[in-house]
Each structure stands twice: as C-alpha cells, then as structure tokens.
C-alpha cells in the first residue's frame, strides 16, 4: 500500500446483500465529490489530479465485483445495480458532485436522473466501459465461469458490464429526469471525447453542457 | 428438500417430483427436480417470474406418461434455491446452462412459460448445438400493454418506478414476506391469477411456501419485487423467435391477464420460424399449462413426436 493510500480512509455501506467500499481520499470543506471508477477499475489511491482544485471531500466508491466491494455468486450485475450502488453510497455520504469514468459516466448519468436531489452535477468522462454493449442485444453469450477464480474485478462483471444495452432514448430519459428534479439549469457535463450513441443521443438532450473535466468541476462547485 | 411434506394439500393429478438434487451455478446452489425415469429422454422445463418448478406438477406428470423425463429447477431467489445478491436475465441463463450440463451434453427440447419461455428462447439462441426442440408457453413479449402515455407522462412514471426500487433495496434486504393462513396466501395469489382454481392455488401454497411459526411465506427473495425498469424492450425478446433453427412449438392464451403480455396472433405470426407450429388457444389465459394441461401436454408430445 502506497503512503497516500495509507492515510486515506475507507468505510463500507450496505447495499441489499453486498457491502461497498467508499474511501475517503481527501479532507476538505462543502460538498463532497464521490469519483466512479470504470470498468474493471477500482477507486485510486490517492485524489487524481484533475480534482485539485475541488475545495470539498473527496471521495471514491468501488462498484460491486469491484475493488474492496462484495464479489456476489453468479454474478447478475447491471448498470442499473451499479446506480443503487451510488445510492447507497449517497445515502451515507449525502448530496455530492459525481465525476464518473467510462462505464461510472454512464452509472453517473443514470444516478443523475434517478436521484436529482442528492446529485449536485454530473460529469461524464472517458475511460473503460464508456461504449457498453450498444443499442439493441447482440447475439447471446452464455459464459459460465470457474467460481473459484474471482478476485477482484470479478469476471462475471467485466463479462455482463461490457455488454449491458444503452438505447439512447433510455439514456436521454434520465438526462429528463434529473433536469426536472435537480434545479439545475444544465445537471450533465459531458467531458468524455469518444461518444458512443448512448452519449450522442443525451448530448442532445436539455440540460447537457459539453465541458473540459476541471471547467465542469469549477461549475459545479459554484452551485448549492 | 423441503420439511413440510406431510402438509402438502392433495390436487388431481399433481404429483411432486421424483427426485431432486442440486447444481452449483457460478457458485449458487440451484434446486433441481425430475419426474420420470432417470433414464427416460429429458425435457428441459423453465418456470415463470415469481413462480416455481412445483408449479408444473400436474403438467410433468403429463409428459412423463408420453415417455419423457421433466427436469425443471428453481430459478435464483425462487423456491428452494439460493437467494442472490444480484438478479438479472444473464444471470438466469447461466443458471439455466448449469442446470442443462447436469442433464446431457446432448441437444435436448427447451420447454419455458412466461419468462422461463423467454429464458429458454435466447439459451437457444445462445446454445443452439444443445436444443433439440423450442417449445414456448405464454412467453412471447408485446409491447401490448405498455402504457400508452405522453413522453413527459412515462418520464414522471419511470422516475417513480426508479426511485421505488432503489428504496426498497435498501430496505428490503433484512424484511421478510408477509406471512398468512394457508387459504390467506391462496387468496392473495388468486389476485394476481383470478383464472386459476382456488383449490389449486391451495396445493401450491403447500409446495411453493414455507410454514413458519406465524404463518405461511411464499418462498421468494423479498428482495425481488414485481414490475421494473431498464432499457428492455418486449419486442428484442421476439426477434429471436425468426432466427431458431430448431422446431419450435409457441403456445399463446388469448385471454388478457395482468401477468400475460396481451401478446396477441397478429404479434406472432410475422416472427415465427420457417415450419414453426403456433396454437393460440381461446378462452384460456396466461398459465396454459396449468388452466389446460391435457391440452398443452399432448400439444407438446404430438410436436415432439
């Protein structure tokens, strides 16, 4: 463990049966910001970079399957269990500004929507798991996998989180959803470069703003 | 399996399993049954959301008189399986595929109602060197009774729908189900399923719940909750249907039920495979094996045949 790592802290918040990480990687003053890793990550050590200038906690939640966070038998993840993931983890944590990676940009806008009354802005960025499985199914795949192996990210994750559909009009609901219910003028930023239809379609949408993570991060901060 | 034998109410023709065993599924333990012979050609059998192999105990007994062997299982979080952390389609066929590798290497028929229908309809589609035979019973999604709303109506609708799930996952994990007499279970489920005899939905409370000391439990994950959301579509579930190389059987009840799809003919005829048999049957609802087992079993021993 690296020194930054050992002096942050972690806790664990009960979600149905699994326990979640949210590690606690900074001290600060107002509102938390909680980090959502991508897909097959896990929270990082110590504060990115990026977040510098961010004056409140930061904070970072390991998704289920993911590091610290239950491995569950036989797998069944979904993006939406991912959501209640966060919810559990807001419910502890209170309102907060999510900064989400590959498939946590896509978890962050659905939390966005789902909960607009904790999720004080929303910012989507690049990294693993941003495209997702795309619009409609592909062809099936059944892939049973040696339950002894799984450490951390689990494989069943990793297997199901790649290939979880992303219809764009789904994802532009809950752009919908947390404009009407956040107050906020604009609640999305969208950072992310690479734009998978699910993107282009809430990129589109009301209420979305197309920002540079640290711009997005100042936006935010200046809001209640 | 189940301690609570000397409970079980009798019912014509219901006959409990001939044997029952376990699978390890990516780690859960999945409760298996048979009917028939162990020797006997096998007919894998996938129940409904919400219900249990015990519910196909008068429609089993049927096909074993035809010569087969029923194998059948409870789903996750149903019956005498494991309850999980997570429920999801993905996971329910690889439960699905485990439970196959314990029947035969060899390709066998799929049999499914409602969401076991569908189950079974994509491992066949994922698996299809392990199907012999499809054979659907009441479980082909319309979009038919979707509401049909304005855009900001369903928004307002699946924001409720969202916000009451993740509620209750948060609290749900440490309750348990409501308790209740034996006719009281009978009662509240013949809500839901107005068309079936009362008497049989007494036989099963008596296999599908657990006597507790205050009362009768349905044996479910009170995690698991009815309805839904997520970027699903009824209609992706149909478009398997064309592309199924095996034979396929699809067995529709016509008549609307609240845990039917409204799936009507028309719906069906344009996806059905090249030689595909299709019965719709008038005056019978969602459950057409249990309103009409005679029927449906020698549907399905004729097209087997």
């Known amino acids: ?224 | 399996m189940t301690d609570q034998a000397e409970e079980i109410v009798s019912y014509p023709g219901a006959k409990r399993p001939d044997r029952t065993r376990w699978v390890s599924a990516n780690g859960l333990r999945i409760a298996v049954y048979e009917w028939g012979p162990a020797d006997a050609p096998p007919i894998a059998m996938a129940h409904g959301g919400f219900d249990f192999a015990g519910t196909f105990d008068v429609f089993a007994p049927l096909l074993v008189q035809g010569g087969y062997r029923c194998v059948s299982w409870d789903a996750r979080g149903h019956g005498d399986s494991n309850w999980s952390v997570l429920y999801s389609w993905g996971g329910d066929l690889r439960d699905a595929l485990a439970v196959l590798d314990s029947v035969s290497p060899d390709p066998v028929p799929f049999l499914g109602h409602s969401k076991g229908g569908g189950v079974m309809l994509e491992l066949a589609d994922a698996c299809p060197h392990r199907v012999s035979h499809v054979i659907n019973l009441d479980g082909l999604p319309s979009k038919n009774n979707w509401p049909d709303v304005s855009d900001r109506e369903r928004t307002r609708m699946v924001h409720t729908e969202i916000t009451g799930w993740l509620d209750h996952r948060r609290s749900a994990v440490d309750k348990q189900r409501r308790p209740d007499t034996l006719d009281g279970l009978a009662q509240r489920r013949a809500r839901m399923n107005p068309r079936l005899d009362p008497e049989w939905l007494r036989y099963l409370v008596t296999v599908g719940a657990r006597h507790d000391a205050d009362g009768w439990r349905w044996k479910l994950d009170p995690t698991l909750r009815m309805g839904g959301f997520g970027p699903w579509r009824p209609e992706w579930s149909m478009q398997r249907v064309p592309g199924i190389g095996a034979p396929f059987l699809g067995v529709l009840g016509l008549e609307v039920e609240a845990m039917g799809w409204g799936t009507t003919t028309d719906d069906v005829l344009p996806y059905l495979p090249p030689g595909a048999e299709f019965v719709p049957l008038e005056g019978v609802g969602h459950f057409v094996h249990i309103e009409q087992p005679r029927v449906v079993a020698d549907l399905v021993l004729d097209f087997l045949a």
């Open chain 1, 1 to 224: 463990m690296s020194a930054a790592a050992a002096s942050s802290s972690v806790n664990f918040v009960r979600n149905g049966r699994a326990d979640l990480a949210v590690h606690h990687l900074r001290g600060g003053t107002g509102r938390p910001l909680l980090l959502l890793h991508g897909l097959a990550e896990r929270t990082p050590d110590t504060a990115p970079a990026t977040v510098d200038h961010w004056v409140g906690p930061v904070c970072g939640l390991d998704f289920i399957g993911h590091g610290s966070s239950t491995i569950p038998a036989g797998g069944g993840y979904t993006a939406e269990v991912l959501m209640a993931d966060v919810d559990a983890a807001l419910g502890e944590l209170g309102p907060c500004t999510i900064l989400g990676r590959g498939l946590g940009a896509y978890v962050a806008l659905l939390i966005a929507g789902a909960r607009p009354e904790l999720v004080r802005g929303a910012i989507l960025a690049d990294g693993p798991g941003l495209i997702g499985g795309g619009i409609r199914p592909s062809s099936p795949l059944v892939v049973p996998l040696d339950p002894a192996l799984p450490v951390p990210p689990d494989p069943l994750a990793l297997a199901e989180l790649s290939r979880d559909v992303r219809p764009p009009d789904y994802a532009a609901e809950f752009v919908r959803m947390a404009l009407h219910g956040s107050g906020l003028d604009q609640p999305i930023a969208v950072a992310a470069v690479v734009r998978p239809e699910w993107l282009t379609g809430v990129v589109g949408e009301f209420g979305v703003i197309e920002l540079t993570v640290e711009s997005a991060l100042a936006r935010f901060a200046r809001i209640d």
